[in-house]
């Protein structure tokens, strides 16, 4: 049987209910007081996951047979994919040297840039910086939160 659309789905379903899962037990080591809401937003994620998999199986079982006639990715689309991640990455990666939000600006910039380059070059920068003044009031003044910081900011 070649890997079809619905199998795919019932692969993908049973991951999201392990991943969600996995999350739910790692929040077991949260202290009691905050320990709820990572529960109750993973519960959320299994019960969705199991749904999308119940689904899943079920459409597998009415269409065994059929073989996958749906259109593949191309190469620029997986190139695309691997940037992103690779992007994702990086930015990840060094925030805590460079800092958070030096990072946040230039990730939400170039990636701004990179999803849609057709609009003036001033609109990335102004949405970037906007975000960066966002998440500045919101995390580091409004909720104390200590986001990294790096050799830069």
């Known amino acids: 049987m070649l890997m079809n659309k619905y ?3 019932v692969m993908g379903g049973v991951a999201f209910v392990v991943l969600f899962g996995a999350f739910f037990a790692m929040g077991t080591g949260f202290p009691e007081e905050v320990r709820t809401y990572p529960w ?3 519960g959320i994620g ?5 749904i999308l998999l119940i689904r899943s199986v079920a459409a597998l ?3 065994r047979d059929e073989e996958d006639t749906g259109a593949h990715m191309s190469h620029s689309q ?4 691997g940037l992103t991640l690779a992007a994702t990455t990086a930015y990840v990666a060094l925030t805590s040297v460079v800092g958070y939000f030096v990072m946040t600006f230039l990730f939400v910039t170039g990636f ?3 999803l849609d380059p057709r609009q003036k070059k001033i609109f990335y920068i102004l949405v970037g910086l906007i975000m960066d003044v966002v998440l500045y009031f919101a995390f580091d003044q409004f909720l104390n939160v200590n986001l990294p910081r790096g050799f830069l900011f």
């Open 40 to 42: 109750v937003i993973c």
């Open 112 to 114: 701004s840039y990179y």
């Open 46 to 50: 299994m019960l969705f996951s199991g």
């Open 78 to 81: 997986m190139a695309s994919i």
């Open 7 to 9: 199998f795919k789905d």
């Open 61 to 63: 079982q009415r269409h």
